[in-house]
């Protein structure tokens, strides 16, 4: 985002203002205790609803296979790829069932991959490397990536291989694959980019399987409606970062890199953990899960600057999204695939940052459409998501980035409220360059 249109900035706050002074909330219905999957002919309730619905749903677990039961004293019930139990000793709370440890019993003992690494003493961890001395094993690059966003050590239990070569037997497919005590983790190289690059295998219709539990579909009972995320309040608090210029001195749109390190630091030590805008959507839309307390990182314009914050957030362990001006960037193409490789996001800013709403339909189309021709030439993939220039959308530019191909765009402010029904304008919070880290962190956990 750059400075000037002053005054036309100004209208559209005091639009934005006028329209929530009077919105009206309307009631909301209670959220149902029971739904009903169609697709596999099987119930889930509470308590396994929530945590299903709030950590993963279709994309992690897969549909329910059978109904609620008890076995050995707990409460469960299995999915396509897990199993669910309620332990009553941990006050109710809801694990996956160790099937990863259970399935390969017999493999563990004869296949290389499980053996554990003794290493004495244990290597420090790196930014996309980690040794777990408990069972022998490392964790590295993407699966790490996807251990840490989607629950880590509480979800998925510590890795009980390496990574290796598998044949699926779903579809006789060849995977890289690593079990884990919990899951087995399969890489899909051609969903590259997307929430489904990684997934779990589906242990649990295997261990459904090898156990003969009857699966079959059970008639629906009345007071279950068919799922659907429009049953539940969809309300998800993220805070999304929107920085710009990088370097010194300090001004609204520039933040000194040592403050931007300092910051960091902060979200680090305070329990934030930082997401991509994949990750994002993908809980919003699709109910994907999230950390207690999400971030993303995004830059705007591609300037210079933001180079040299790529490489403090590679030695923090975290990545960001970085909004390119497709047509005067200042990171190289070079860059811009090193930043690919790291695991950064790369968005579309537009081709020449103009006033999208003001320009005429076919200037718009051209903005909009050939910077992501433009940028997929440069990193070997179109950019899932857009930024709007000078935050500045209306029906227009949003048709125009909906028919472009995009999944979801970012408006420059709004707060940190994100909604299925804003996916093409969902809020940011801007982080000038002039806040004290006092400020910082009174923006981050309160606005």
Same mark, same amino acid.
């Given at each position: 985002m750059r400075g000037g249109a002053r005054l036309l900035r100004h209208s559209y706050w005091i639009g934005a203002m006028l329209l929530l002074l009077t919105i009206v909330p309307s009631p909301v219905s209670a959220a149902p205790s029971m739904v009903y999957f169609p697709q596999t002919g099987h119930h889930v309730a509470e308590p396994f609803l929530t945590f299903w619905r709030t950590h993963g749903a279709v994309r992690l677990f897969g549909y329910p296979i059978d109904e609620a039961h008890t076995e050995d004293g707990l409460l469960v019930q299995d999915f396509e790829r897990v199993r669910l139990e309620q332990h009553p000793e941990l006050q109710g709370q809801i694990l996956l069932a160790r099937l990863g440890s259970l399935l390969t019993s017999d493999q563990a003992q004869q296949d290389p991959a499980f053996t554990p690494i003794r290493l004495d003493p244990p290597p420090a961890e790196q930014p996309d490397r980690r040794y777990f001395p408990q069972t022998g094993h490392f964790l590295a690059y993407g699966f790490k990536r996807f251990w840490e966003r989607n629950g880590g050590l509480a979800m998925f239990g510590y890795p009980i291989s390496e990574e290796h070569q598998e044949v699926n037997p779903d579809d006789g497919k060849t995977y890289t694959v690593q079990w884990f005590e919990r899951a087995r983790f399969e890489w899909h190289p051609d969903q590259r980019g997307t929430p489904w690059e990684v997934q779990l295998g589906r242990l649990g219709a295997a261990y459904a399987a090898q156990r003969g539990i009857d699966t079959h579909p059970v008639a629906q009972q009345p007071q279950a409606p068919d799922f659907s995320w429009s049953l539940f309040a969809r309300s998800t608090r993220i805070v999304v970062l929107m920085y710009h210029q990088v370097g010194e001195p300090a001004s609204r749109y520039r933040i000194p890199l040592w403050k931007f390190a300092q910051q960091l630091d902060w979200l680090r030590d305070h329990g934030y953990t930082v997401i $991509?805008?994949?990750?994002?959507?993908?809980?919003?839309?699709?109910? =994907?899960?999230?950390?207690?307390?999400?971030?993303?990182?995004?830059?705007?314009?591609?300037?210079?600057?933001?180079?040299?914050?790529?490489?403090?957030?590679?030695?923090?362990?975290?990545?960001?999204?970085?909004?390119?001006?497709?047509?005067?960037?200042?990171?190289?193409?070079?860059?811009?695939?090193?930043?690919?490789?790291?695991?950064?996001?790369? =968005? $579309?800013? $537009?081709?020449?940052?103009?006033?999208?709403?003001?320009?005429?339909?076919?200037?718009?189309?051209?903005?909009?459409?050939? $910077?992501?021709?433009?940028?997929?030439?440069?990193? =070997?993939?179109?950019?899932?998501?857009?930024?709007?220039?000078y935050g500045e959308y209306d029906a227009a530019t949003i048709a125009a980035v909906q028919a472009a191909g995009y999944d979801g765009a970012l408006a420059a402010w709004g707060g940190t409220q994100w909604t299925p029904e804003r996916r093409w304008n969902e809020p940011r919070v801007e982080v000038s360059g002039l806040l004290t880290l006092e400020q910082f962190a009174q923006l981050v956990e309160h606005w």
């Open positions: $991509s805008l994949a990750q994002a959507y993908d809980a919003v839309l699709n109910g =994907g899960p999230l950390p207690d307390k999400p971030v993303v990182i995004t830059f705007d314009d591609g300037t210079a600057g933001q180079w040299a914050a790529a490489q403090v957030l590679e030695a923090h362990e975290m990545h960001a999204a970085f909004f390119i001006v497709a047509g005067h960037s200042e990171l190289t193409p070079d860059q811009l695939r090193t930043l690919v490789a790291q695991g950064h996001e790369i =968005g $579309s800013h $537009s081709l020449t940052h103009a006033h999208l709403p003001l320009i005429g339909a076919d200037q718009r189309w051209r903005e909009v459409a050939a $910077s992501r021709e433009q940028l997929a030439a440069i990193v =070997g993939e179109p950019p899932r998501f857009f930024a709007y220039p």
